[in-house]
């Protein structure tokens, strides 16, 4: 599987998942590594918009291609989610559904809806997971955002 993620240059080539550990994200909390790639370079995009304020364009960022081995990657059925896991803010239940996934350690990667674009789909790396060498980045690509988000 060919995912994207967006990313400061000076981090383009970190697959650790420290910044989501940081600052947590809808799938995972605080202190939880994981790493966030989106099935497209538009789902990428539209994903870091929504984080960023419209005053600001998001500078010096590259575009990162990864590939994920198809036969590591858990899709839960959607009736398995928690009910809220769309909500904004993100709720502690989609949180700790996520850490789960990643305690459990038994999939390298998880694939789940997106909330920003119906109907696609974000891909959550494992970085702690035994197989990670199996992800490999493709490509590191300098990337602009079109400035008609930001206005």
Request: aromatic letters at 10%.
């Amino acid at each position: 599987m060919i995912v994207y993620r967006l990313s400061k240059t000076k981090f383009a080539g970190d697959l650790s998942g420290k910044g989501a550990e940081i600052s947590g994200g809808r799938w995972n909390s605080k202190g939880v590594a994981t790493v966030y790639t989106s099935e497209s370079r538009a789902l990428a995009t539209t994903e870091i918009a929504v984080h960023s304020s419209l005053a600001n364009i998001p500078l010096d960022y590259n575009i990162i291609t990864i590939e994920i081995p198809d036969n590591f990657i858990f899709e839960p059925n959607l009736s398995d989610l928690p009910a809220d896991w769309s909500d904004i803010p993100p709720r502690l239940a989609s949180q700790h559904f996520g850490d789960r996934f990643i305690h459990e350690n038994r999939y390298l990667a998880m694939k789940i809806p997106s909330a920003v674009v119906v109907g696609d789909f974000n891909f959550i790396i494992n970085p702690h997971h035994k197989d990670i060498n199996l992800v490999k980045i493709i490509s590191i690509s300098p990337f602009s955002f079109d400035k008609r988000l930001f206005k």
